[in-house]
Structures are given as structure tokens and as C-alpha cells.
T-cell receptor, first 109, second 117 residues
Framework: GQNIDQPTEMTATEGAIVQINCTYQ??????LFWYQQHAGEAPTFLSY??LDGLEEKGRFSSFLSRSKGYSYLLLKELQMKDSASYLC??????????WGAGTKLIIKP | GAVVSQHPSRVICKSGTSVKIECRSL??????MFWYRQFPKKSLMLMAT?????????EQGVEKDKFLINHASLTLSTLTVTSAHPEDSSFYIC?????????????FGPGTRLTVL
């Protein structure tokens, strides 16, 4: 079966750095997405990785290792507004998104 | 970036009535639209995938006669919840994209919160 694993919840301090890991086993791979979702709102796109390596976009970076079935989202200089759920999703061979359950990130002052 | 709208954003209805939710891609044409539902503190659950001009593909366990999907154009898809019951109360989110055609990202609408009394 297809499976996406990510931690349920993480806590970090304002101004610090946090890394959210995601491992996956899917039938085929056409890319991995990270989305941010605030409570009561729809997900918003953060990043898309299809090749191995690190993609940096401002305070957020995303890493992919296809051979290990592994990705992480790195958030730097954390702000209170970064408190949200972070969803890892893999596009499988049928171009269907397989979603992880999401990681709730709690930022403390 | 691409913008997807949903209407209405919130709806409260009586049990037994039908509710229609519209999903529009405002500044791009999408070959595929996806409908999700999300219960509180749970992950997104894909309900169905629809391509313009063809019948929607429903996920296992989703009743196609209860959740009617129409995808009339490259910019509009509708989801109708027929004979709604309280257990249908949920957050319904659509997304649009053209996967496999150089645009794999899905752009999400803001969601519709349905409450069935």
C-alpha cells in the first residue's frame, strides 16, 4: 500500500529552526509537495521537489532523497504565524496526490 | 500564483436538503479538479477526481449518487451534496491543476464549511 509518515506534532521556539521529516512509500513518484494549513483554512503551497537535493525559498527549505523515500521541510527564524499544520504529499504514478496526516507545529514565545 | 475560488464559504442547511458547492479556477485552465473533505484535526481525504467533460472518478467508500460532481468546463466544477445529513457536516475543499502536463501542483480553493442541522 501507499504510505506517508510524518510526526503528529512538534514544538519549537520563536526565532529557532525546526525540521519536519516525511518518509514515503508510494507506487511511483512524480514529485513531493509541502503545504501549510492554518486551522479552518485550506492548504497553501510551500514547495515542490522532484529531483534530489535542497530547494531554498526564503525562510523555508525543502529537501528530497528519492533513494531513501525521504524529505524534510526546514523552517528558519520561526515566527508565531508559522504555527500551523504542515502536510507532506507525494504525487504517485497516476498523478494522484497521496497525503500525509500532517504535522502540527506549535511555536512558543 | 493561480487562484481558485469556492462558493459558498459557509453553508448551514437542514437535513434532507441538497447543497451545491462551486469551484472555479479564476486565472488559469485546469484539466483536473479534485474534491476533498476534511474532518476536524484530520488529514485531507480525497473524495473524487474530475476531468473536464468526463465522469468523475470516486474514491472507494464515496457514494457517487450522494456526492454529484459536474465538471462542465476547464474553469468550473461543482459538487452537490444530495439529501444532506448531519454526518455530512465537514470542510469541503477543491483543488485544480493539470497533473502530468507540466503543472503538477494543485491549487486549492479556500474551502466550504458545511453544517447540516
Amino acid at each position: 500500500g501507499q504510505n506517508i509518515d510524518q510526526p503528529t506534532e512538534m514544538t519549537a521556539t520563536e526565532g529557532a529552526i525546526v525540521q519536519i521529516n516525511c518518509t514515503y512509500q508510494t507506487s511511483g513518484f512524480n514529485g513531493l509537495f509541502w503545504y501549510q494549513q492554518h486551522a479552518g483554512e485550506a492548504p497553501t503551497f510551500l514547495s515542490y521537489n522532484v529531483l534530489d537535493g535542497l530547494e531554498e525559498k526564503g525562510r523555508f527549505s525543502s529537501f528530497l532523497s528519492r533513494s531513501k523515500g525521504y524529505s524534510y521541510l526546514l523552517l528558519k527564524e520561526l515566527q508565531m504565524k508559522d504555527s500551523a499544520s504542515y502536510l507532506c504529499a507525494v504525487l504517485d504514478s497516476n498523478y494522484q496526490l497521496i497525503w500525509g496526516a500532517g504535522t502540527k507545529l506549535i511555536i512558543k514565545p | 500564483g493561480a487562484v481558485v475560488s469556492q462558493h459558498p464559504s459557509r453553508v448551514i442547511c437542514k437535513s434532507g436538503t441538497s447543497v451545491k458547492i462551486e469551484c472555479r479556477s479564476l486565472d488559469f485552465q485546469a484539466t483536473t479538479m479534485f474534491w476533498y473533505r476534511q474532518f476536524p484535526k484530520k488529514s485531507l481525504m480525497l473524495m473524487a477526481t474530475s476531468n473536464e467533460g468526463s465522469k468523475a472518478t470516486y474514491e472507494q467508500g464515496v457514494e457517487k449518487d450522494k456526492f454529484l460532481i459536474n465538471h462542465a468546463s476547464l474553469t468550473l466544477s461543482t459538487l452537490t451534496v444530495t439529501s444532506a445529513h448531519p454526518e455530512d457536516s465537514s470542510f469541503y475543499i477543491c483543488s485544480a491543476g493539470s497533473p502530468g502536463q507540466g503543472a503538477n501542483e494543485q491549487f486549492f480553493g479556500p474551502g466550504t464549511r458545511l453544517t447540516v442541522l
